[in-house]
């Protein structure tokens, strides 16, 4: 069982260095990802251990640092917005439409093909044009 304070770190860690998408990850098949990226490789292994999730390290490069991104997958990045969703600030936003996404998503509706209703692809389509603009980069 997880700490409130592991919660709340987790979603510090992700209003800051993280990010929230709805994303294809093949052909028509639209779907949740969480990632957080970061430097420090302990930490990274802190969380991995925490909260599970596929951790990549990638090495230093000229100036940079080498550095981690730790990924979730759809139905793990549902059960972590769940339980941090209190917690978060920045991205509260984005996490409000990822659980709406999630809302749309069973076994007989996953992913995006010709099994889904019209009207959740329609409604799928407008969740990912919201958080296309969430999160946009630059000045608004």
């Known amino acids: ?4 304070t592991d919660k709340a770190y987790l979603a510090g860690m992700v209003d800051g260095e993280g990010t929230i998408t709805l994303s294809y990850y093949r052909p028509k098949a639209l779907g949740i990802s969480l990632s957080i990226y970061n430097t420090n490789i302990g ?17 230093a490069r000229g ?9 979730f997958g759809q139905n793990q990045a549902v059960v972590i917005l769940k339980e941090i969703q209190p917690f ?3 991205k509260k936003e984005q996490c409000r439409v990822a659980l709406q996404f999630a809302d749309t998503v069973s ?3 996953a992913g ?12 799928r389509t407008q969740l ?3 958080m296309r603009v969430l999160n946009k980069r630059g000045v608004s």
């Open 88 to 90: 978060l600030r920045m």
């Open 1 to 4: 069982m997880l700490s409130e």
């Open 112 to 123: 995006g093909g010709k099994g889904v209703p019209p009207h959740l692809r329609e409604l």
């Open 107 to 109: 076994k007989h509706h």
């Open 63 to 71: 100036r940079s640092k080498s550095g981690g991104r730790l990924g």
């Open 128 to 130: 990912k044009e919201e």
């Open 43 to 59: 930490v990274m292994k802190d969380l991995q251990e925490l909260w599970g999730g596929h951790l990549t390290i990638s090495p």
